[in-house]
């Protein structure tokens, strides 16, 4: 028998509300817009999305932030707030019948995200505070941590530590992209099988993989027409989900409209890359 070209690792399932990540049968779908605009904009995207993923067979997580506190600018739109937050997350769980999630940034807020959402997402600049972490997995939800932009991904495995250390809840890593330089990042997509290899699910998050730190001087430019092609790449590798940000006219996002995914073109992405990743995962059977 040929030796595999990627460590097989034994992964340790994640589950997140009626959803299991890291079991090889159904990709996961972690998306929404980058940032809480309003109820009827969440409610129009997760449901959208959520009908897609449907029809393609994928089980889906809606995202999007109360805040975006490590906005370029501070006179860059942040969110509605913590509070105001939660009450339009709580109502497209419940409306829309998906689980949700949302970053955390403090370990105060960790308590009271975690009463409403079924993933708490820690943001890749925080990947490595231990109170954060701490606070997150005390609440018992699963965490999706994001790597790093500084970081190697083989130092993810302390990060796993912490986690575990003080939870139950399962934790998964995300690869969003390294600093390469100033105002860009790129993908060492042998940072997923390294990663994997430490025995947790996955996770590519293809459009904040595309961003220009800075790019637009006060704010973050990207180039969305690189999503695509880096989550076919990553479903090659071998992945347990994909993160995307989209919205109905990114243009007239607050955050990350460069980089994020038309809604009217988002089933066709999926589609694609899917197919990509079911292939990879028959390989692998």
């Not at 231990?130 to 965490?143: F, R, V």
């Not at 970081?151 to 934790?171: H, I, L, R, S, T």
């Not at 695509?228 to 940000?245: H, S």
């Amino acid at each position: 028998m040929a030796t595999p070209l990627l460590p097989r690792a034994t992964v340790h399932p994640v589950r997140i509300g009626h959803h299991v990540c890291g079991d090889s049968h159904r990709l996961l779908l972690i998306a929404g817009p980058c940032v809480i605009e309003s109820l009827d904009g969440c409610l129009q995207i997760a449901e959208a999305v959520s009908d897609i993923c449907d029809r393609q067979g994928v089980n889906y997580v809606f995202k999007a932030s109360f805040d975006k506190a490590n906005r370029t600018s501070g006179g860059s739109f942040r969110g509605p707030g913590i509070s105001d937050g939660l009450e339009v997350l709580a109502k497209v769980r419940s409306k829309i019948g998906c689980p949700v999630t949302t970053d955390v940034h403090l370990p105060e807020q960790a308590v009271p995200v975690a009463e409403v959402c079924d993933l708490l997402q820690i943001p890749a600049f925080l990947a490595r505070q231990t109170d954060l972490l701490i606070a997150c997995a005390e609440t018992g939800k699963p965490l999706n941590v994001k790597k790093g932009q500084f970081m190697a991904p083989g130092d993810m495995n302390y990060v796993v530590e912490k986690v575990k250390a003080a939870g139950n809840g399962g934790v998964m890593l995300c690869e969003r992209g390294t600093f390469f330089g100033y105002g860009r990042l790129v993908n060492d997509m042998s940072g997923l099988p390294v990663m994997r290899a430490i025995g947790v699910p996955v996770i590519f998050d293809a459009t904040h993989s595309v961003q220009q730190p800075g790019g637009l001087g006060g704010s973050t430019g990207g180039n969305r027409e690189l999503v695509e092609p880096l989550a076919r790449a990553a479903a090659a590798v071998g992945i347990d989900g994909v993160f995307f940000e989209t919205h109905p006219n990114p243009e007239l996002s607050p955050s990350d409209g460069p980089n994020m995914v038309p809604l009217d073109q988002f089933e066709k992405v999926l589609e694609r890359v899917l197919a990509i990743w079911r292939t990879v995962k028959a390989w692998d059977a």
